[in-house]
């Protein structure tokens, strides 16, 4: 297939749309064969061969190899391998059905179309299927086809009417994108609020309220139309490359989820400093205010984890440095000695590159003569002007420019720098004139943040193999989360509009596996002094998966520089953040070994409910948590929906809310609404500053009875935060909470797993127990009668349970 410039591609979008009826060819397809053979059924028709393959039970890829064509295997996206699935072949007069014991394929032999079931519910089918359309607009264009006609190729399905639409990467448009086209090809938008089409992840997934996904196994340069012509369409529609698709099938939304990032690649479990607070901003231009920066949260007792270094560490200007990626000596005269002290306040340093080296830099001669860059059609390296100054772009597809891009990350992490960021990796500007070792600007540029993360993350497993990588990235495709990668949502603007499209953006991107979706918290676009913003985003982000305020430097993002009523507000967000690390770091867990987001939106809770199918107002942080967070100016009061399937409780004052209500509640300025789910085990832990001295020797462990729960459970699992792979290698606990009511009997069991290479630690817990309406008549610890306090106020029983080494413990409650 020809590459073609994305903007020349959305000119010819109404020709494409009026021309798809007429042209599709499978107007005349007809059926010819079906073969099984190699694991897989082979259909042939007049045009071409599907080939269906089944990955497991519940997922099924099919690839449509037109004829004159040869079969692409490779996959970008794709790492599951497909397991032995027991198959059965059905056939009728006018179909066949090829079935695993969870999907059915029907193949219908005329008018010939396949389509999709899963436990006896169809889910989906093709409508058109197989496209071809000829453009003809593109004649005397400037693009590199110089007149060329172009060939574009899709694949449409038939909707219902009445079916919601998720996915096509991190947009924000609302929750429900049906009705909406959007354009696969990753790019910056600087300074958005709340709405915006394009954005730095184009992931070519679609998922349905009918609880299933489509994913299109190709990252090359299109589109993804949800049906933005109300003709009950879903079409994928791409430059060139693989007409490959998986369907994605499951009993529940953490079963789909769970299905689709097997099949495209589990998130490692992140370090542990990860979870708590960064200082960043744009930024510390020299090493005297970055010093200063981190004792000042150290004297004012707020929490830190990281420090993240923007652009000055490698040149004094904004413009004409980049490229460097090599410590400015004036500004920072010993590099190593400061990242060594931060290290001994247990504080890491984080620090951004970005993949332009310009022809100012000190590495510019170096990258040309190393062959390095992307390049013209004649092999010359590639420059351009864009906001930096003029430019060439790393090859990381290459061996030259990926080998010389993780020496320079290699020698950096020697100095003692443990976290990467990389910036402006959509690339943000992408010439498609430019020749890579795999393909053209088009057919790559998707999955240059991919390839990114990629090159750092299998750097670390060469070099650091021990180590768990931080690799902060703007821009990522489909199956990028098993990289370790931790997106963000890039440079939103500082403003109540900003912070209103945060929740959907996270939510949607959590759903397409992408579990640490996350804003610059108080916004980072624009000279903004607005300290309810700012509080309430920071509020917010305690329940978000990474808590990292950052911004323009015009207004100081870090709470140290605030004043003090929005300092303290600040410092008592980001305590809370750090007394929920067990149960924070417990998703993380979950997410690493399941998929499961961090933050899920209320269609987990209630898949079948209309009127949660469009809601990211309200969601649920890990399974018990449900948050509203305050996203308008001056608001006194906010509505919140309480799912139908629990009772909930204030987090703050205990009042009790019944499920399947929508209540307007009044607003406090200390935090955003948050409620805990009936029957829920909510793990916490004392506060300090920093992670390095955390510790689950003593937990604070939180148990929220009601008679309407008779059994509930919860978990939390602990490592040493820092070993890659520690699960694996038995380097573990995991704790498992179990409660059991029987007549006016709470039993409450703690049960302690280690791994093979784990030593049990000796573990006191603090035992609260809420929604005790009155005083217990006997409690009993490992079967020992036990002194308690029953806060009558409060409705908490408060247990105390001595320190052991014992892998059970027991609580009997007779209430």
Same mark, same amino acid.
């Given at each position: ?83 032995? /699935? ?35 519910? !169809? ?14 607009? %593109? ?76 994913? #299109? ?6 589109? $993804? ?54 200082? =960043? ?175 750092? %993350? ?13 690799? @902060?990235? !703007? ?45 610059? $918290? &108080?916004? #980072? ?73 961090? =933050?899920?939106? =209320? ?30 100016? &001056? ?23 019944? &499920? ?8 406090? %300025? ?13 793990? =916490?832990?004392?506060? /300090?500053?920093?992670? !390095? ?22 978990? @939390? ?30 039993? @409450? ?10 030593? !049990? ?50 609580? %009997?409650?007779? $209430?």
């Amino acid at each position: 297939m020809k590459s073609n410039s994305i903007a020349a591609l959305a000119a010819t979008l109404p020709l494409l749309l009026a021309s798809q009826a007429g042209q599709a060819q499978n107007a005349n397809r007809h059926f010819d064969s079906a073969t099984r053979r190699d694991g897989l059924l082979e259909v042939r028709t007049s045009d071409g061969s599907y080939l269906i393959k089944p990955y497991s039970a519940r997922i099924v890829e099919t690839t449509f190899v037109p004829n004159g064509e040869q079969l692409d295997p490779a996959s970008h996206a794709v790492v599951l391998a497909p397991v032995a /699935v027991k198959t059965t072949l059905a056939t009728k007069p006018n179909s066949i059905e090829y079935a695993t014991p969870g999907i059915v394929v029907t193949i219908t032999k005329s008018p010939f179309q396949i389509s999709y079931a899963y436990r006896g519910k !169809r889910l989906v089918a093709e409508k058109l299927g197989y496209i071809k359309v000829k453009d003809d607009a %593109a004649s005397g264009s400037k693009d590199i086809n110089k007149g060329q006609a172009r060939e574009l190729e899709g694949i449409e399905f038939a909707l219902e009417q009445d079916e919601a639409l998720y996915g096509a990467g991190e947009r924000a448009v609302g929750m429900n994108r049906r009705g909406h086209r959007f354009t696969l090809y990753n790019k910056a938008h600087y300074g958005y609020g709340d709405k915006s089409e394009q954005m730095g992840y184009a992931i070519p997934v679609a998922l349905s309220s009918k609880m299933y996904a489509i994913h #299109f196994d190709n990252p090359q340069t299109g589109y $993804l139309d949800f049906d933005s012509k109300r003709r009950g369409s879903l079409t994928y529609e791409t430059i060139g490359g693989r007409k490959t698709y998986q369907v994605i099938a499951g009993d529940s939304w953490e079963d789909v989820i769970g299905n689709y990032t097997s099949l495209t690649g589990k998130q490692p479990l992140p370090p542990r400093w990860a979870f708590g607070n960064f200082a =960043m901003r744009f930024g510390y231009r020299n090493e005297a205010i970055a010093r200063d920066t981190v004792n000042k949260f150290i004297a004012e007792d707020i929490p830190l984890d990281a420090i993240v270094f923007d652009l000055f560490w490698f040149g004094k200007e904004v413009k004409g440095t980049m490229g460097n990626l090599e410590w400015d000596k004036d500004s920072y005269p010993n590099p190593t000695g400061m990242i060594a002290d931060f290290q001994k306040k247990g504080v890491q340093t984080v620090l951004i590159t970005e993949p332009f080296v310009l022809d100012t830099s000190s590495k510019w001669q170096e990258a040309v003569d190393k062959k390095v860059l992307g390049t013209d059609a004649d092999g010359k390296p590639l420059a351009y002007d864009f906001y930096f100054g003029h430019t060439g772009l790393i090859d990381i597809f290459g061996k030259p420019g990926k080998d010389w891009f993780w020496n320079i990350y290699k020698g950096l992490r020697q100095q003692g720098v443990t976290g990467v960021w990389g910036d402006l990796g959509e690339p943000e500007v992408h010439p498609t004139a430019m020749r890579h070792a795999t393909g053209s600007a088009d057919q790559v540029h998707n999955i240059y943040g991919h390839q990114w993360a990629r090159l750092v %993350a299998e750097g670390y497993q060469q070099d650091f193999p021990t180590e768990r990588p931080f690799i @902060l990235m !703007r821009a990522g495709y489909s199956g990028t989360q098993r990289y370790g990668i931790i997106p963000w949502s890039g440079d939103v603007d500082r403003g109540w509009g900003g912070l209103q499209s945060q929740p959907e953006i996270s939510l949607q991107m959590g759903m397409q596996g992408l579990g640490y979706m996350h804003s610059d $918290l &108080g916004g #980072f676009a624009n000279p903004v002094l607005d300290n309810e913003l700012y509080t309430r985003w920071l509020q917010y982000g305690v329940f978000q998966p990474i808590f990292r305020p950052h911004a323009q430097d015009d207004v100081p993002p870090e709470p140290v520089y605030r004043e003090d009523r929005t300092k303290a507000l600040a410092r008592e967000a980001i305590r809370l953040r750090y007394r929920l690390l067990p149960y924070n770091y417990t998703l993380g867990f979950d997410n690493n070994q399941q998929g499961l987001p961090l =933050m899920r939106p =209320m269609l987990y809770e209630e898949p079948g409910n209309a009127k949660v199918r469009a809601m990211s107002s309200t969601y649920l942080w890990g399974k018990d948590f449900l948050v509203t967070p305050v996203l308008k100016q &001056g608001a006194t009061t906010a509505e919140v929906y309480f799912p139908a399937r629990s009772a909930w409780f204030d987090f703050y004052n205990g009042e009790k809310h019944a &499920g399947g209500a929508t209540e307007t509640v009044k607003l406090s %300025a200390d935090h955003v609404p948050v409620y805990v789910r009936a029957g829920a085990f909510i793990p =916490m832990a004392k506060v /300090v500053q920093t992670t !390095r001295d955390y510790s689950t020797k003593h937990i604070d462990l939180h148990y929220y009875h009601d008679a309407s729960v008779s059994a509930g459970a919860g978990k @939390l699992y602990d490592d040493d935060g820092i070993t890659a792979q520690a699960y694996e290698q038995g380097k573990y606990e995991l704790l498992n909470f179990t409660s059991k009511l029987q007549g006016r009997s709470l039993t @409450l069991r703690v049960e302690s797993a280690v791994g093979t290479q784990y030593q !049990r630690p000796e573990r006191s817990i603090a035992l609260q127990v809420h929604n005790i309406t009155a005083h217990p008549s006997l409690v009993r610890v490992d079967g020992k009668p036990v002194i308690f306090v029953w806060d009558e106020a409060a409705k908490v029983l408060n247990i105390t349970l001595p320190a052991s080494s014992q892998p059970g413990r027991s609580v %009997a409650i007779t $209430l």
